[in-house]
């Protein structure tokens, strides 16, 4: 028998668990070499990755692998490398088993849909975004030329099959995320607020709370959900800013190519305007802030549980801890952002 596609790409050390068990639901460290400045505090966040990631990586990979339109082998290799499948298995740790492949897949093509957009037109990416909402909505027949319709209608499908409850409540955010990459407001000048709301929608942030609950199979009430939003949006500030601070340099490359959806949308020339400094000392402050935020996490999280103690806030507490703490390994980690793994970093964009 011949090897299926993932297996003719190894998956670089971040990600491979052969050192350690298989099972095992510590994750690597960060680099030391990272973009964290010297001097900085460790975070005080829980980082933990699902048991069977390795086994779940390699199942996504594979069907990506066989199913995009990749451009060419080092784009295969560069989409392996940076690890969006993984990526979710970091931040969504306490996923039931039989659920973990779909979270991947959705976040997956969240990834590879943004990269395609690099190179579109705000018209184009209005265009194509809207007919994959229409198909993860189902009232859309996909193309099934086009994978990004075709695997957004099969995933809703799917889950809903599974549990029609969490994926309807999984579709608002995920729509929002969409609607979100293609808007040409990401290209107009923002105060840090107005950048913080938007980037709520952008960066996934409820698509990824809802991943978490419906691989989780996590039922919440309307004012469990309400209660919970303070720590939702302090996470998200932290999620924003790291993403910004180690997504720079792929954003400065992407907008030389000058598309507009390629356009600079980052936190980081906010801070160094707002704050009269330049890149580097930008970043320190940003890093610096990041850790205030993992204080105001526990502070948050120890006022809800006293007034309102339940196992379903616990644990979707818990698992914001392991998203906002997961989302900073692997952007600390990943060659998406970071000048690792087996190509050059402008290779295979």
């Known amino acids: 028998m011949s090897p299926s596609a993932s297996e003719t790409i190894t998956l670089p050390e971040y990600q491979n668990p052969l050192k350690a068990t298989a099972r095992s639901s510590t ?12 001097g900085l505090r460790p975070t005080i966040l829980e980082a933990r990755k ?5 086994e779940v990586v390699q199942e996504v990979n594979e069907f990506f692998l066989k199913n995009w339109p990749f451009r060419t082998e080092k784009h295969k290799k560069r989409f392996v490398d940076e690890g969006y499948a993984w990526f979710v298995c970091i931040n969504c740790p306490l996923s039931l088993d039989d659920r973990m492949h779909w979270g991947c897949r959705l976040l997956t ?14 018209v184009e990416g209005v265009e194509h975004n809207s007919k994959v909402i229409e198909c993860a909505r189902g ?5 099934r030329n086009i994978p990004a319709q075709w695997i957004m209608y099969d995933l809703f499908e799917d889950m809903r099959a599974i549990d029609k409850h969490l994926a309807d409540e999984l579709l608002e955010p995920t729509i929002d995320f969409l609607i ?18 938007y980037r709520d929608a952008d960066l996934g942030k409820g698509l990824l709370s809802g ?6 199979g996590l039922y919440m009430t309307p004012e469990e959900l309400e209660l919970v ?13 790291v993403n910004d601070v180690c997504s720079f340099e792929k954003e400065v490359l992407a907008a030389k190519d000058g598309f507009e959806l390629g356009a600079i949308c980052s936190s980081v020339p906010i801070v160094m305007d707002l704050c009269g400094v330049n890149e580097d000392e930008a970043k320190r402050i940003m890093w610096e802030m990041v850790r205030a935020w993992e204080v ?14 339940s196992p379903a806030l616990e644990m979707y507490l818990k698992g914001l801890e392991h998203q906002t703490a997961g989302n900073e390994l692997w952007s600390l980690l990943t060659p998406r952002y970071n000048r690792s793994g087996g190509l050059a970093f402008t290779e295979g964009r």
């Open 27 to 38: 994750p690597p460290p960060a680099p030391k070499d990272s973009q964290v400045p010297k």
């Open 50 to 54: 699902h048991p069977r990631a390795y």
């Open 109 to 122: 093509t969240g990834f590879l849909i943004d990269d395609l957009l690099d190179r579109m037109s705000v």
């Open 139 to 143: 009232k859309l027949m996909p193309d």
């Open 180 to 197: 979100a990459q293609a808007d040409g407001n990401r290209m107009k000048p923002m105060s840090l607020k107005e950048y913080f709301e």
């Open 211 to 216: 991943i978490m609950r419906f691989c989780a």
């Open 229 to 241: 939003k303070p720590v939702e949006e302090n996470s998200m500030k932290h999620i924003t800013f």
């Open 296 to 309: 105001k996490h526990f502070e948050l999280v120890d006022e809800i549980l006293q007034s309102h103690p």
